[in-house]
């Protein structure tokens, strides 16, 4: 996959980010900040925080910070509208609807940016003619195992969905780095039809626009462009995002990337079936451990070679070792995911 350079470029698009923030105190100052230090002229961009009913001190810290050179816009989510539609599309919907930028850039308040991400984006959708862009998001690792292994299963996921996406066999992305055409957001009906959906503000909104512009979807490759993320700091709170993000795997319209989901799910329940038969052939260990050898030889260049792309090559010395804690946290996340419950930013949500 070629990599896109902005090198000279002087794009002129009107962009609208968007930040749904829910809790997040800690964040605010940095996530704002962040944007303050963006190279792209910022008259050309606007920040819509969209405050969704926190519980914390979120919105009175919105209310005291003011940048006089970059427009910041305040927004809070009416907590009397209609419930039975997901919180985090709702506060997308109403701040898009209010936006005066021609690109929509959505991200998370936990991210952090490299001073020419905006420049890059909006260069490479004017090359483009985009209607919709993922780009690249880096999670950010520090010492002990749980970081460890998110940081190890990101950048596989981060890999799959460049090489999807590029190669058009299917439609992933992260909401922490999207971008899309307003017009597109409102040619689709924006969320309608999945939006009583408790998550897929990301992957559901692009198969919608892929459909209708299979040839405008594009995956943003460059350095200046990757998004910087927090890491999920317990266990409890990893498994919760991660049955988050496996419980809309029955509701892609991408009939493509269900077939995907379920092969592999199906071989990490091979490895489970194994490993109990083994306790009663010691035969049945054999075929388990030359499954996992597969597993790591076929895998290990792939991810490689992403994390190369990242600078995080030191992680792999620990990709052996943790196949097999990932082989368990598959089957349960997705099992969770689609028959189970999960509770996020201080909110239960049941399967439906």
């Given amino acids: 996959m070629p990599t896109f350079s902005a090198a000279g470029a002087n794009p002129s698009t009107v962009i609208s980010v968007v930040v749904p923030m829910r809790n997040e105190e800690k964040n605010v100052e940095g996530i704002l900040e962040s944007l303050h230090q963006q190279d792209y002229p910022h008259h050309l961009f606007e920040v819509i925080i969209v405050n969704d009913n926190s519980t914390d001190s979120t919105w009175e810290k919105l209310q005291n910070i003011v940048y006089p050179d970059m427009s910041v816009m305040p927004m809070k989510l009416d907590a009397g509208q209609d419930t039975t539609v997901s919180h985090k599309k709702r506060a997308i919907s109403n701040a898009i609807h209010t936006a005066r930028g021609d690109l929509i850039v959505t991200t998370d308040a936990d991210c952090r940016f490299h001073p020419a991400w905006l420049r890059t984006i909006a260069a490479f959708y004017e090359w483009q ?21 998110q940081s190890l299963d990101f950048i596989t996921l981060q890999g799959i969905t460049a090489a999807s996406v590029y190669k058009r066999f299917h439609s992933m992305c992260n909401g922490a780095n999207l971008a899309y055409e307003k017009s597109a957001f409102i040619e689709v009906n924006g969320f309608e039809g999945i939006d009583s959906i408790p998550t897929g503000d990301d992957m559901l909104l692009m198969h919608k626009i892929y459909m209708r512009y299979p040839e405008q979807v594009f995956y943003l490759k460059s350095k200046e462009a990757i998004v910087q993320t927090e890491p999920e700091y317990s266990w409890k709170s990893f498994f919760n995002q991660r049955i988050r993000w496996a419980s809309k795997a029955d509701r892609y319209q991408d009939r493509r990337i269900i077939a995907v989901l379920a092969l592999v799910y199906a071989v990490n329940v091979c490895f489970l079936v ?59 996340a997705g099992w969770l995911g689609r028959f189970g419950s999960y509770t996020w930013k201080g909110r239960k949500i049941k399967r439906a």
């Fill in 274 to 332: 194994l490993g109990i038969a083994s306790f009663w052939k010691s035969t049945w260990f054999f075929f388990f451990c030359m499954l996992l050898l597969a597993k790591i030889l076929i895998e290990f260049p792939f991810v490689e070679s992403v994390a190369r792309y990242f600078g995080q090559q030191r992680l792999m010395w620990y990709f052996p070792l943790l196949q097999p804690l990932h082989i368990v946290y598959t089957i349960i």
């Fill in 129 to 149: 003619k985009s209607k919709f862009i993922a780009a690249p998001v880096y999670m950010r690792h520090e010492r002990g195992l749980l970081t460890l292994f």
